[in-house]
């Protein structure tokens, strides 16, 4: 199956690829359903692409956003960048935009976002009557209903589904919530996250509110656990998905690295799965569920809207190491006697460092490092690679 990765920006989209990606999506400046990340300007959608196929890796972009007849209008130029640029597909929701893709620019292919609820075996036929390649599916299906669209669709188009990350507490994430409270349209990219916030009750005839208490953190009634499905992969081959999606183009480089390392892992059997599920605690996240993979009753599909890690993202390697030490950038604080936990791709994965030296960028030995990414030197006995990270337990 193949492995599928956020990439927010440029740097997000490297570490991906160097964590073990198979590919990767992203958005340009416009058109997309994360309107807040960095994104790719026009010219960076086009390297990227480039970087991807020198790499045997694919991209897809996102063109999700629920359209209006005035997002037609300069439409044409942005997909002809993408033609150019060699997309592997693109990510679209709207049927108004399937329709014009498919009779204007047949060449791309064109992957259905989750964003247009496939839940059935009749969607899933419509929308590959239409010529799409790929159906991202609802995250509200269970794995006996895709064992249902495979056998619908045959091979006729891939079927793509989420394996972790947030989910949206309103149906395959179409909501008004952010609309209505702060103007920011959710369906256009701006989406607030209200659903994360704490809230209160009111007797409509009675002025004093109430604060809902679920537990000591409090209740968020709109708020949900994040999806992991690291422990399942095999049941969602066996149901016919051909990819599976990690969500997190708002996330940090370091919660990339961390995911895209864990399901690679997994896929090529390299480590257990009680080590990965340890490593999946170790980025930013909020307590895992499996979703409606298994049914629809979680009774625990709520959460509290702080995420939780049990380890920080402390450097990165700048440059491979050698003899006995290697350079990084620094992201947290970190002095003499620390540990470091190394996050790689490679053999290293896992192997601690303590640190005895650190020589900052003046070439002076310094015993605590805290410029926030300054480039220091750091004593390192193990093969480090650029691109690989250091952390420590919190």
């Given at each position: 199956m193949e492995l599928l990765a956020p990439a927010g920006n440029f740097d997000k989209l490297i570490t991906a690829v160097?964590?073990?990606a198979d590919a990767v999506y992203f958005a340009g400046k416009m058109y997309g359903l994360r309107a807040f990340a960095g994104n790719f300007e026009d010219d960076e959608i086009v390297k990227a692409m480039e970087y991807l196929h020198q790499h045997g890796k694919k991209g897809y972009v996102t063109l999700n956003i629920v359209a209006n007849d005035s997002d037609f209008k300069n439409i044409d130029q942005f997909l002809e960048l993408l033609v150019r640029a060699k997309v592997d597909g693109v990510i679209v929701s709207d049927?108004?935009?399937?329709?014009?893709?498919?009779?204007?620019?047949?060449?791309l292919n064109v992957h259905v976002s989750t964003q247009a609820n496939v839940n059935n075996s009749y969607s899933a036929k419509f929308y590959a009557d239409m010529g799409v390649t790929r159906i991202v599916l609802a995250r509200e299906l269970s794995i006996s209903q895709i064992?249902?669209?495979?056998?619908?669709?045959?091979?006729?188009?891939?079927?793509?589904?989420?394996?972790?990350g947030a989910m949206c507490i309103s149906y395959s994430g179409r909501c008004l919530l952010s609309n209505y409270m702060t103007g920011r349209d959710s369906n256009r990219g701006a989406c607030v996250q209200a659903c994360r916030w704490n809230y209160t009750i009111r007797e409509v005839n009675k002025s004093e509110e109430y604060p809902i208490e679920e537990d000591e953190r409090g209740t968020y009634i709109l708020n949900s656990k994040d999806l992991c499905m690291i422990a399942h992969l095999k049941e969602l081959e066996e149901a016919g998905v051909t990819s599976l999606k990690i969500e997190g183009r708002m996330k940090s480089d370091y919660y990339v690295a961390s995911v895209v390392n864990a399901y690679r892992r997994a896929l090529d059997n390299k480590t257990d799965l009680q080590?990965?599920?340890?490593e999946l605690e170790k980025t930013s996240h909020r307590r895992y569920t499996t979703g409606f993979y298994f049914g629809s009753d979680d009774k625990e599909f709520l959460e509290t809207s702080m995420p939780i890690q049990t380890a920080e993202f402390t450097a990165k390697v700048v440059e491979d190491s050698k003899s006995g030490k290697v350079k990084v950038e620094m992201r947290n604080r970190f002095k003499i006697g620390d540990e470091l936990e190394i996050l790689s791709p490679t053999d290293s994965f896992l192997k601690k460092i303590k640190?005895?030296?650190i020589e900052n960028s003046k070439g002076e030995l310094i015993d605590d490092c805290k410029r926030v990414q300054e480039i220091v030197t750091i004593n390192c006995p193990f093969d480090l690679k650029q691109g690989d990270i250091l952390r420590k337990a919190n």
């Open positions: 160097h964590f073990g049927t108004g935009m399937i329709f014009y893709m498919r009779k204007n620019f047949p060449s064992k249902e669209i495979s056998k619908a669709v045959g091979d006729k188009v891939e079927l793509e589904a989420f394996v972790h080590t990965l599920e340890t640190i005895s030296s």
